[in-house]
């Protein structure tokens, strides 16, 4: 009786090749995404030297809840009229020693922008687009008013000025000149943006 031959060995000494192969190809092909982060500078750390005191008209307050409702000032507004209220208190001019401020000089209001703050807090549970989107309107009406200043000193946007700044490939003469220009437009309007911690509603 004649004996059954066995299952034939599978030659595996290309396997590793192939592995190999496979590895480089998707290595190769393969995007790895990278989050967007915030595009924001933080101040250098400077130690206060006197305690410094804040008047409480000169804090615009935000706070948004977890259902992404704004209130500014203790009163219940949309988002759409946030940029503009935040222009109305930066651009107040209060004490009169702001001679660029366009503002009602409303002595219940901001003194003047370098003494201006805005306060922004938020509930735990408020949407990470919600807070963004605050965030964003803000900063919007920092650069708006910014932007003004910029075109009636110098014809040109700050926010384009702050770009080509900021552009690695802008030459280091033209970075000396509008480093100047830049900083002068920021005095005018500081961005004192105060994020104070969240709180959690029960």
Do not use: H, W
């Amino acid at each position: 009786m004649a004996r059954r031959a066995g299952a034939p060995e599978v030659n595996a000494g290309s396997m590793a090749d192939i592995a190999f192969l496979l590895l480089i190809f998707f290595l190769v092909t393969t995007t790895i995404e990278t989050d967007a982060g915030l595009d924001r500078m933080l101040p250098p750390i400077e130690p206060p030297d006197t305690d410094v005191v804040i008047k409480e008209k000169n804090i615009f307050e935000v706070n948004i809840n977890k259902n992404g409702q704004l209130l500014a000032d203790d009163e219940l507004i949309d988002l759409k009229t946030l940029r503009e209220k935040a222009k109305e208190f930066l651009d107040n001019g209060g004490d009169g020693s702001c001679t660029y401020c366009k503002g009602k000089k409303d002595a219940q209001s901001s003194d003047n922008p370098t003494k201006a703050i805005i306060s922004l807090k938020n509930d735990r549970e408020t949407k990470y687009g919600t807070y963004i989107t605050v965030q964003n309107e803000l900063v919007g009406a920092y650069n708006d008013l910014r932007n003004r200043e910029a075109q009636r000193l110098f014809g040109r946007a700050f926010t384009d000025m702050e770009a080509e700044y900021l552009n690695p490939e802008t030459s280091s003469d033209a970075k000396d000149e509008l480093k100047e220009k830049v900083k002068k437009i920021q005095d005018l309007f500081p961005q004192k943006l105060s994020e104070a911690e969240t709180s959690s509603s029960n």
